[in-house]
């Protein structure tokens, strides 16, 4: 797409930008040449890839949804396929086609195939024998099958143990014989389930001799290779229209006795043998690598979708213009409304601050499996409990912050072609997935209990939580330092008193005669008020330190604005949080003061280099797929253009005036 | 619908209520006649007019979208003239086909005729002379027109005085000449406008004898009366689709010089004389009436939303199931856990804390709207604005409630037949019509500061800010009373602060150099802020006082019930809002340990009564339209059930497998 004249708003906007643009891009890149292998990317992808020629999604029906996205879902795939042939398939494209923004530019509402790399090849890779990986991977990486992965019933979801399905060995024939005995058994969600894939890895209940052994992985075929129809005693369909993702194809599926054969039970860990002894797992912590996994990259994919929704509203805001407050001069941007710059400066700063924990998490997270595999599994309770409540405080925040983005580009946010609300489907969808935030956080909380109550034996505690140990010994805090330092430290005291407070309550309440369990539920709004802290200081300290480091390497200029974002949202935070600041530690009203005229300065010197920091983001027009959010900012022409796509504006009357409207206006109905 | 086996654990909720469900309803309703009157008026219209063996929906294209509401809503308007011939279509009826739930439970994504009765007839009444009215009225009402009213343009939005389009009178043909000189001058979202109406209220600046007068109301013919078709020089289409209200037909609408008769300019308030003479308006305080009934009947609207939203969410979680905190005891209903009470409990006190403050805003609307008809004017700011902080934040507070609840019924709750994302789509959409919220609780502090500033100077406020003198003198506070009484005598002090502080930052920045509207700006992020505050203190106090009067008049055991209603409301706010209890007031961290057990305890209390407080909004199933919520509880048989409505589902393979996924698999894609 070749850039045609830009809004002179806009235009304006990038001349007064204060610091080289392609530095910061290079940085949130990982360098220059990780820039340049992206826009490479980008530009065979898209141009394979991009067809801006169909009817738009947002106007087709749900059935066509689908097959459009099976369409585009086929051609993406084919490209992974040559590729391949062509040894040129690096991790980072699979990465960017299957969960990235280039994927979702592609095949913008959900892709039925995903499932297959994401979670159907690496659970054989990571469950299956030696033999079984050899009968199943050349034929899946080769897309003869294509799977997916079937956990979630109708009736069930995080909990698994919970799950009914039974998987039942019948040593006469050597078989499996898989059934869902209720209406809640049904599996229910996975993607691709329902028209699309012909395999299935199905989690049951395994009963062996007489006994249930819990979950176990089976493989188990759906549809007839060749025809695609539903196998005998298969019950699959699709659960109908959501909130966002239409293209995914989510599916059901119940059994009817259906049987498989014995090795059809993914056994690298657990086996039953051919007379049906069963054969336990020599580890069964091995797979919280896969969750934890899939959550780091979620925190990853998170920054993504801010990064464009910030820009979209950014660009938006710096075009549109609104009001006049003084008499005789024009209408400003509204992104000179200090209103507006609190809506959108703290999206930005986000960006900058989950990408930094996500790194961070990341490496920490490499470090773990590598001890793993040494068989050291010390700290891993600790990156679970990081994992869980860092997944769902950034879910969080993103739907939030998408959401915050869109209301701020006022009605025109509200249309589908802004793609905001789109965007919003898919962030908030994560909140859910991958570990439903509010259990999430309880699973944090757990181990934040756990810890206070080691330091108080005296024990030393994992890194990441030592400062419980470190402040928790006494309520009191020490003089409060109003920087940036200060503020970071004043969020561990919270988050350690907060902890304090729940281990003393459900101690009180265990003493007045309740369970253990009652006193932890009844104190669980509590519990979710503590994990939340717990992570905030964690995300703050972790974008500060990670910055101070980061800025001696850069240029004078763009030190500063970095150093400005670190401000902006530290102060930001504080400013949210100054109930528990006021409560934990001895900030006064004074203090107060002063951090909300620094807050208020901070955007101020910030929005001068709004644009520059959304552009540094560098996301391509056909990724954004924004009349809004366009570099050229001209987003009332593309707004007009893409009303001009409406089916219904292909007719200049409808039909339904001669079948409704004329016969009631005439009296005539 | 007849009500099959209920739920067991739904039907024990119900067994364990501990009040009378119809006392509290009839209350509701306004005293057992009204309960009466909306049973049968909700009768009458579902037998006529829902219809459960369509396609739902949600399967259908845009186009499709259209056309589904276009047959509905004339089958509703054709039923309203039927009941106006029979003389039976009294206010109530009209409000709640068109406003109302039951109109949402017909045409559940908009209805493209609804601008027609609320904006087009309501504007020619108030806006057009005795003459005008009856030349249209009669027309309009009977249908043989359909009209709407166009504001907006796709440049300006909020700020009316920006519009572009112009009126220019032509003295020598005793016409307007209607004109579009820009594309951010096209009209852009009007419902109904795109392919429904044939006429328009078009808001125009108005030009004559070489001068500028301002917007005034022009009546324009868009379509021929027979065949439809727009008539020359009009540019009229559809936007495109939107996050909700895809029935709702918003349109575009452009001039290319149309000229129209002299008297379609409505002139009860401004005219101009054939020779091009403009005649000013007498007053143009009058138009504020509309806008303020809008808004007061809006707070109205979303109380049904968060009752809906609320009565799905409590339902389900009465009858789902999940985890196992105690071993060997079977999974708990997860309305057992304190976060999902957390979550639903505090939406149905806000649906009695809504309606509340929505009856008595709408007493003080009558008052003052009687008063002014009299020519006292002198409450009308006053009225306005609370009128503009409390749409803002019940707004928002319904949008955000709606959405806990969407996420509280977890994945199920993505599936748009659990109707919440639809939901959510209609509520949203409120934050920023009607004047978007920041903007309108920026007004708001304007009348806040200046009542500040009177009070300062010794004048006496009116009622709902007396408060600022009271407690606006000093910062010190009272010793703290850690009695709902207390609590809401601590927002009061809350909202006095913020104002005085906001006072003082404005006056500093002024004297440092800065202007008024440039202090004012930097001060806007603690005005909103400040505006909130004064917004949750009457809410919180009408809340508290008006329940104090009404359960003088109910049983003990209802009496009990709303009372703990009031106290969970109250606590919830008091501990969301610490940090400015901390700041303004002298809470001790003692209190604030009290009022978080108080929470905790008054949810558990409340747990009991969660499935008859819902019970008791009556609403009915089809009106709920809900998987998750229906009266009965069958939510797993629902759910599958409406997905095998998925035109998806019809065939057991989907065309798209043999013209993409095969060959795809067999390599000859």
Redesign the interface.
């Known amino acids: 797409m070749y850039v045609t004249k830009v809004n002179t708003d806009l235009q304006r906007e990038r001349d007064n930008c204060t610091f080289n643009i392609t530095e910061l891009t290079n940085i949130l890149d990982g360098g220059a040449q990780k820039t340049a292998e992206r826009k490479l990317r980008e530009d065979t992808v898209l141009k394979q890839l991009y067809n801006t020629t169909d009817v738009p999604a ?7 949804k ?2 459009a996205a ?2 585009k879902a ?2 993406m ?2 490209m992974i396929r040559k590729l391949q042939e062509e040894e040129n398939a690096g991790m980072e494209n699979y990465q960017a086609l299957l969960g990235g923004s280039l994927g979702s530019a592609i095949l913008g509402d959900g892709n039925p195939i995903t499932l297959h790399y994401v979670m159907f090849i690496p659970t054989v890779m990571g469950q299956g024998t030696v033999e079984q990986q050899a009968y199943w991977i050349g034929r899946a990486f ?5 799977g997916t992965y079937a956990q ?1 019933e ?6 698994i ?2 799950l009914e399905t039974t998987a039942t060995y019948d040593p006469s024939t050597k078989e499996f014989v898989l059934n869902s005995p209720t ?2 058994s ?1 599996k ?2 996975p993607g691709g389930l ?3 894939a012909n395999y299935c890895i199905v989690m049951a209940q395994l009963y062996t001799q007489g006994k249930c052994h819990g979950i176990h992985p089976f493989i188990v075929q759906l ?1 007839d ?1 060749e ?4 196998l005998p005693g298969i019950k699959v ?8 993702m239409n293209g995914t194809n989510n599916g ?1 599926l119940g059994f009817e006795h259906v049987r498989i054969p014995r090795d059809f039970m993914l056994m690298k860990n657990s086996k039953v043998l051919e007379d049906g002894t069963y054969v336990n797992a020599p580890s069964s912590k091995l797979t919280y690598g896969t969750m934890m996994f899939v959550r780091v990259m979620l925190v990853n994919d998170m920054c993504n979708y801010i990064a464009k929704a910030v820009t979209i509203a950014t660009r938006y805001s710096a075009i ?7 008499p005789n001069e024009p ?1 400003p941007q509204i992104l ?4 507006q710059q ?1 809506k959108l400066l703290v999206g930005i700063a986000s960006v900058h601050a989950f990408k930094t924990n996500a790194d961070w998490i990341w490496n920490m997270y490499n470090n773990v499996t590598s001890e793993m595999e040494s068989g050291d599994m010390e700290r891993l309770p600790e990156l679970h409990a990081l994992s869980c409540c860092l997944k769902a405080i950034v879910t969080a925040d993103a739907a939030e912050c998408v ?1 915050r983005c869109r ?1 701020a580009c ?2 025109h ?5 802004s793609n905001l ?1 789109v965007m919003y489907g898919l962030v ?2 994560a ?3 991958e570990g ?3 259990v999430l956080l ?1 699973q944090t909380a757990r181990y934040l209990v756990k810890s206070w109550q080691q330091a108080s034996s005296g024990n030393t505690l994992t890194p990441t939580v030592s400062y419980i140990s470190r402040v928790g010994n006494g309520r009191r805090s020490p003089p409060w330092d109003n920087t940036i330092e200060g503020i970071v430290e004043g969020f561990f005291n919270v988050s350690a008193g907060k902890i304090g ?1 729940c281990v003393a309550q459900i101690e009180k309440r265990q003493k007045s005669g309740m ?1 253990y ?1 009652d006193a ?7 519990l ?1 008020s503590a994990s939340e802290a717990h992570c905030r200081a964690i995300i703050l300290s972790t974008y500060y330190k990670e910055t101070q480091e980061l800025v001696k390497t850069v240029s004078a200029e763009l030190k500063t604005v970095l150093l400005q974002l670190v401000d902006l949202y530290v102060v930001y935070w504080a400013l949210a ?7 934990f530690t001895s900030i006064s ?1 004074r203090d ?2 002063q951090l ?1 005229n620094w ?2 300065n901070t955007m ?1 010197k910030l929005r001068t280099n709004a644009v520059g920091l959304v552009d540094a983001f560098d996301i391509r027009d056909e990724i954004l797929n924004s009349t809004l959010g366009s570099y050229d900012g001209r987003a ?2 593309r ?2 253009e ?8 292909a007719q ?6 001669h ?9 005539k ?1």
Not at 577 to 583: I, P
Not at 652 to 657: A, K, M, Q, R, T
């Open positions: 947002i106007y087709l029906s749900h059935k066509e689908y097959e099976v369409k086929c051609a795939f084919q080769n897309l003869s099958i294509i979630t109708l009736g069930h979801g995080t909990f143990r919970g209406l809640t049904y229910w969600w329902a028209h699309t549809r290779e025809t695609h129809m539903p369909g699709e659960i109908g229209a959501k909130l966002g059901f549109r213009r609104q009001s006049q407050p003084k209408e000179d409304y200090l209103t609190h959401e209301l006022g009605g946010g509200y249309m589908l072609a609300p908030t969808a909140c859910t997935y439903e935030n509010t309880l407070l369970s369990e932890w539920n009844m104190t669980s709004v509590q979710i949080r100054l109930g528990d600041l006021l409560r009203e107060i003061e909300q807050y208020e101020s009332y022409e707004l007009m893409e009303a001009m796509k409406s089916p219904l504006n200049p009357v409808n039909e339904s005036f079948k409704y409207l004329k016969p009631l206006m005439q009296g109905l």
